[in-house]
C-alpha cells in the first residue's frame, strides 16, 4: 500500500512540475510579445517615434527639458535632433534591459518572477548607513521574523499545555492549523503581487519565509502527534511526514531554493523519526529514491545545483548506514538488490536529470557529480571489501556499481569524478585484498611481525572481478583518451587505464600467487605491458601532430615500462631479476631510434632505480647464503656489472636522439654502479666472500679510497671526450668522498697508530704501502690531472690531502721499523725514533718544497713550509727536554742546517725572480 502511495506521489509531483514549466513557458511567449510591441512602437514614423522617445527619456531622466522648437536656429535644430536621437538609444537599451531581468527572474523561480522594480536611488547616494539601514529592515527583519513565529507557535502550544485550557487533540489541531494559515498566507502573498522592494533582496522574500515556517509547524505537528501523544501509528506519521516533505520541496518551484533544502532536510529525517518494530528496508529505500527524484527533477528545472547535492547527499548516508549495520541485523539478511536499487537511482539522477539539462557544461567538472561520485565510490568500497559482505560473494555487486560509474563518466563528460572514484574503489578493494593477513618483515637484522587487515572470505573471487575491472578500465581509459586527447580528462582517462589493471595484477600475484617465480602472473604483465604500449601508440597516432609523444602518451607507455618491470619481478627471481631490471634500461633508450618521445628516456632511468632500490635491500644481489666465495666471479660482477653497461649503453643512445635530463641520469647510474661494481668486488675479496662484515680494516678501506680517485679521474677524462653536468660535478663528487674517506678512515678511524691493526709482516708492500702511499700517490696523480680542468680549490685540496697521506705513510714507516709489526701509541718511543722523526720531517719539508717549485704548486710550498714549522717546534719543544747527549746536539745541529739551506734557497729564487727566471706560483 505504501509502495502505490510513492508511485502516486512521483506521478502528482511529475504533473505540477509540467504544470509549472508550462506557465513558464506561456510567461515567456508574453515576454517575447511584449518585445515585439516595443520594439515595432520605436520604429514608427519620425515624429511619433521621436515623442516617444522623448516621452521615455523623461521618465528616465527627470529635469530634461525638450528641445527647441522648429522655429529655433538651424544649429538648435541639429541639438533637438541629436537630443531625440540619444533619448532614443537610451530608452531602448533600458526597455532591453528590463525585459532581460523579467526574462531572467522568471526563468528562476517564482520568488524571482516579481516585476522589477522602478529604479531605485542613485549609486552615488548610498552609504554604509543605509546599507545597514536596508539590511536590518528588510533582511534581517525576516529571517528574525519568521523564527519568531515559528518559535511563537512552539511557546503557545507549550503555554496550552501548562495552563491545561485544551486536551492533546485540539493543541495539536490548533498548531497544525497555524502551519496551514502561515503556509497558506506565503501563497497569498505570491499570488499579490509581491515584489522584492530593493535588489539584491532575494533571500528576504517574505512568501517563501512564511511557507518554510508553516512547514516546520506542520511537521513538528505530525511528529508530536506521533511521538509524543501517540495519536498517530508509524505508518501514518511517515506517510504524513513523507507528504509534507515532498509538498515543501515542490512548493520550492514556486518560493525559490531556500524551502526546497527545508523541504530536503525534512524528508531525509523522517525515516530516522519513525520507527517501527519490523522495519522494511524496501520502504525506506523507495522513499528515499522518490525524495531523490522529486529533487533532481526541480533542481534540473531550476539549475540548482545545492539542491542536487543535498539529495544525493541524503540518499547516499542512508545507503552507508545500510552498509556499514550488514552483518549486524539477525532477524533480517542483507539485501543486495535494495543496495543495487538506491544506487542506481543515484547514478540514474545524476547521469538523466541532472547532467541532462542543456545548461550543463561539458568542459567543467560539475560539483553535485563530486559528491555522487564520493558517495558511489564508499558504496563501492563496502560491497568489494567488507568482510561481512564478501561472505555472500558481495564483491559482484561492487562489480556492478564500478561498471555503473564507470560508463556514466564514459556517457557523460562533466561526470568525470565518478572515473576517479570507481579507480579509487578498485584500487583500494585490491590492496585490501593483498595485505591482508600476517607478514615477516626484517628491519635491521630483526624479526618482525606485521598484521594486515583481517582475510575475506571468499578472498578468491576478487581473481575474476578484479581481472573484469582491469579490462573494463583498460578499454575504456583508451576509448576516452582519445576522445579528449587535447585535454586533461583524457590523461586522467589513460591514467586510471594503466593504473587500475597494473594494481589488480599486482595484488592478485601477491595474495594469491607465488611470490618467487610466477609464469602465470608474469605472462599477465608481459601482455599488460604490450597493450599499453600498443594503447600509447594508438593515441599517438591521433595527436596533432601525429607521435608528438604528448602527456596521455606518455602516462600510457609509463604504465607498460612499469609493467615490463612487474613482468620481470613475477617471472623470475634472485639474481637474474636484479640483471634483466638493469638491461632492460636498454630497451627504451633502442625505442627512441623509431619515436622522440621524451617519456622513453624516463623509462630508462625507472629501470635505473629499480635496480639500485633492489641493490639497496639486498647488496649482496642473491641473498648471502647463496653467494658465492669464488673472488670476482661471482653473482656480484653480473648484478652490477651487468646494470652498469647498460646504463652507459643507455646513456650513450640517449644522447644521440632525446637527450635531456634522462640522458644525465643515466650517465649517473652508470658511474654509480661502475664504482659499487669494483668496490663490491674488493670487499668480497677482501673478506673472504662475505660482504656485510661489521669489522672494518685499514686495507679494505684503502681499496675504497683508491676507487674513489681512480673513478674521479675517469669521470674528468670522459667529461672532456663529452662535457656533461653529470660528469663534471660527479667527478667532483668523486674527490670530495675520498678526502672524506682519507681523512676520516685514514686519519682517525682505522689509524694503526690507534687500532693496533698488524701493518703485515712483509718489508715494504705492507699495510702502510697499500694504506697510504698508494692513496697519496692516487690523490697527488688527481690534483695534477685535474689542474686547470677543475677548481683550484679542488685541486689544492687532493695535493693537501696526498700530501698529508705521505707524511702518514714515512711517519709510520719510521715507526714500523722501531716497534716492528704493530704500532700503537701506547708502545712508547725511544730517543733515536724521537730524534728519527725529526729528520724525517725536514727531509719531508725540503721535498715538498722541491715538489712544489717544480710543479709550480703554491699549496705544495705551503704544506712544506708547514711541515718545517712542527719540526721546529717539535725540536725546540720536544727534543730539548726528552733527548739527551749527542741526539740533542745532532738535533739541533740539522735543524738549523736545513733551516739555512731553505734560506739560502729562497734568496736565489728571489734573485731569479727579479731577473725574471723564477717560478710562477
Not at 166 to 178: D, H, I, N, S, V
Not at 802 to 823: D, H, K
Request: glycine content about 10%; aromatic content about 10%.
Amino acid at each position: 500500500m505504501l509502495e502505490l502511495f510513492f508511485v502516486a506521489a512521483i506521478i502528482v509531483l511529475g504533473i505540477a512540475a509540467w504544470r509549472q514549466n508550462d506557465r513558464m513557458l506561456r510567461l515567456e511567449r508574453e515576454l517575447d510579445a511584449v518585445r515585439h510591441d516595443y520594439l515595432t512602437s520605436t520604429r514608427a514614423a519620425p515624429g511619433t517615434a521621436g515623442e516617444g522617445a522623448a516621452a521615455v527619456a523623461a521618465d528616465v531622466a527627470p529635469g530634461a527639458q525638450p528641445a527647441a522648437a522648429t522655429d529655433a536656429a538651424p544649429a538648435a535644430a541639429l541639438e533637438a535632433v541629436e537630443a531625440r536621437e540619444q533619448a532614443k538609444r537610451e530608452a531602448m537599451a533600458k526597455a532591453a534591459a528590463m525585459l532581460d531581468e523579467q526574462e531572467r527572474l522568471a526563468r528562476t523561480g517564482a520568488a524571482e518572477t516579481a516585476p522589477v522594480e522602478a529604479p531605485t536611488q542613485p549609486a552615488n547616494a548610498s552609504s554604509g548607513t543605509q546599507d545597514i539601514e536596508t539590511a536590518l529592515g528588510t533582511r534581517w527583519a525576516v529571517w528574525v521574523g519568521g523564527l519568531a513565529l515559528a518559535l511563537g507557535g512552539v511557546f503557545l502550544i507549550r503555554y496550552t499545555i501548562e495552563a491545561g485550557f485544551f486536551g492533546p487533540a485540539a493543541r495539536l489541531t490548533l498548531a497544525g492549523l497555524m502551519g496551514l494559515v502561515l503556509a497558506g498566507g506565503g501563497e497569498f502573498l505570491r499570488r499579490s503581487g509581491f515584489v522584492i522592494p530593493v535588489e539584491g533582496m532575494k533571500n528576504a522574500y517574505v512568501p517563501a519565509i512564511l511557507t518554510a515556517v508553516g512547514a516546520f509547524m506542520l511537521f513538528g505537528t505530525v511528529y508530536a502527534a506521533y511521538g509524543v501523544y501517540a495519536f498517530i501509528g508509524p505508518s501514518t506519521a511517515f506517510l504524513l511526514l513523507g507528504v509534507i516533505a515532498l509538498a515543501t520541496i515542490a512548493a520550492a518551484l514556486l518560493h525559490g531554493q531556500a524551502l526546497a533544502g527545508m523541504g530536503l532536510l525534512g524528508a531525509y529525517l523522517t525515516p530516522g523519526l519513525v520507527s517501527t518494530e519490523a522495519p522494511n528496508i524496501w520502504a525506506l529505500f523507495v522513499y528515499v529514491a522518490v525524495v531523490l527524484v522529486a529533487s533532481a527533477a526541480i533542481a534540473r528545472l531550476r539549475d540548482w545545483a545545492l539542491l542536487m547535492g543535498g539529495a544525493l547527499v541524503g540518499a547516499g548516508l542512508w545507503a552507508l548506514l545500510y552498509l556499514a549495520n550488514a552483518g549486524t541485523a539477525v532477524a533480517q539478511p542483507f539485501d543486495y538488490w535494495a543496495i543495487l536499487f538506491v544506487g542506481a537511482a543515484m547514478i540514474g539522477t545524476t547521469a538523466f536529470l541532472w547532467l541532462g539539462r542543456p545548461e550543463a557544461d561539458p568542459r567543467r567538472v560539475d560539483g553535485p557529480a563530486i559528491v555522487a561520485a564520493v558517495l558511489l565510490g564508499l558504496m563501492a568500497i563496502f560491497l568489494l571489501a567488507s568482510p561481512d559482505l564478501a561472505a555472500t560473494y558481495g564483491m559482484w555487486r561492487g562489480l556492478v556499481f564500478v561498471a555503473a560509474m564507470l560508463a556514466v563518466a564514459a556517457w557523460r563528460a562533466p561526470a568525470l569524478p565518478l572515473l576517479h572514484a570507481a579507480g579509487a574503489a578498485t584500487v583500494l578493494a585490491a590492496l585490501r585484498i593483498a595485505l591482508s593477513g600476517s607478514f615477516n618483515v626484517s628491519i635491521f637484522g630483526e624479526r618482525l611481525v606485521v598484521d594486515g587487515p583481517s582475510l575475506l572470505p571468499n578472498a578468491d573471487t576478487f581473481v575474476p572481478v578484479g581481472a573484469l575491472l582491469g579490462i573494463a578500465f583498460l578499454g575504456a581509459g583508451f576509448w576516452r583518451a582519445r576522445t579528449f586527447l587535447a585535454e586533461p580528462r583524457g590523461v586522467a582517462w589513460t591514467a586510471w587505464a594503466a593504473i587500475v589493471p597494473l594494481v589488480v595484477a599486482g595484488a592478485l600475484w601477491f595474495a594469491f600467487g607465488d611470490v618467487h617465480i610466477d609464469l602465470r602472473y608474469a605472462a599477465v604483465a608481459l601482455l599488460l605491458a604490450i597493450a599499453l604500449a600498443a594503447g600509447g601508440e594508438w593515441l599517438a597516432r591521433a595527436e596533432q601532430p601525429p607521435h608528438a609523444g604528448g602527456a596521455a602518451v606518455s602516462v600510457a607507455l609509463g604504465g607498460a615500462g612499469f609493467a615490463a618491470l612487474q613482468a620481470i619481478h613475477m617471472g623470475f627471481d634472485g639474481g637474474w631479476t636484479t640483471v634483466l631490471l638493469g638491461a632492460a634500461a636498454v630497451l627504451p633508450a633502442l625505442a627512441t631510434q623509431l619515436r622522440t618521445y621524451p617519456v622513453l628516456g624516463w623509462l630508462s632511468t625507472g629501470a635505473a632505480v629499480a635496480v639500485l632500490v633492489r641493490a639497496a635491500i639486498d647488496p649482496t644481489i642473491v641473498g648471502a647464503a647463496f653467494l658465492s666465495t669464488t673472488p670476482v666471479f661471482n653473482w656480484l660482477l653480473p648484478g652490477y656489472g651487468v646494470p652498469a653497461l647498460a646504463f652507459a649503453f643507455a646513456a650513450w643512445q640517449l644522447k644521440r636522439t632525446t637527450g635531456g635530463r634522462p640522458q644525465l641520469a643515466m650517465e649517473a647510474a652508470a658511474a654509480v654502479f661502475s664504482l659499487l661494481t669494483v668496490a663490491m668486488l674488493v670487499r668480497h675479496a677482501m673478506n673472504g666472500g662475505v660482504i656485510d662484515t661489521s669489522v672494518p680494516s685499514l686495507a679494505e678501506q684503502a681499496i675504497y679510497t683508491l676507487i674513489a680517485l681512480g673513478f674521479g679521474g675517469i669521470l674528468i677524462a670522459l667529461d672532456l671526450r663529452s662535457p656533461s653536468p653529470v660528469l663534471r660535478f660527479g667527478s667532483l663528487a668523486a674527490g670530495v668522498v675520498s678526502m672524506a674517506m682519507a681523512v676520516i678512515q685514514h686519519f682517525l678511524v682505522l689509524n694503526p697508530l690507534y687500532t693496533d691493526e698488524s701493518t703485515g709482516t712483509l718489508p715494504v708492500f705492507d699495510l702502510l704501502f697499500l694504506g697510504y702511499l698508494l692513496p697519496a700517490a692516487a690523490a697527488g696523480l688527481l690534483a695534477l690531472y685535474a689542474r686547470g680542468k677543475r677548481p683550484k680549490w679542488y685541486s689544492a685540496a687532493l695535493a693537501l690531502i696526498g700530501a698529508a697521506l705521505a707524511f702518514c705513510y714515512a711517519t709510520f714507516s719510521v715507526r714500523r721499523v722501531f716497534q716492528g709489526e704493530f704500532i700503537a701509541l701506547w708502545r712508547g718511543m725511544s730517543q733515536a725514533e724521537t730524534y728519527t722523526y725529526s729528520a724525517l720531517w725536514l727531509v719531508l719539508g725540503v721535498m715538498l718544497l722541491a715538489l712544489g717549485l717544480f710543479f709550480r704548486s703554491y699549496v705544495l710550498r705551503v704544506a712544506s713550509a708547514v711541515l718545517i714549522v712542527i719540526a721546529v717546534a717539535k725540536v725546540f719543544l720536544f727534543d730539548m727536554s726528552e733527548l739527551e747527549g749527542v741526539l740533542r746536539a745532532l738535533s739541533f745541529i740539522g735543524l738549523g742546517a736545513v733551516l739555512i739551506g731553505i734560506g739560502l734557497f729562497y734568496q736565489r729564487m728571489l734573485v731569479r725572480t727579479a731577473k725574471g727566471e723564477g717560478v710562477k706560483p
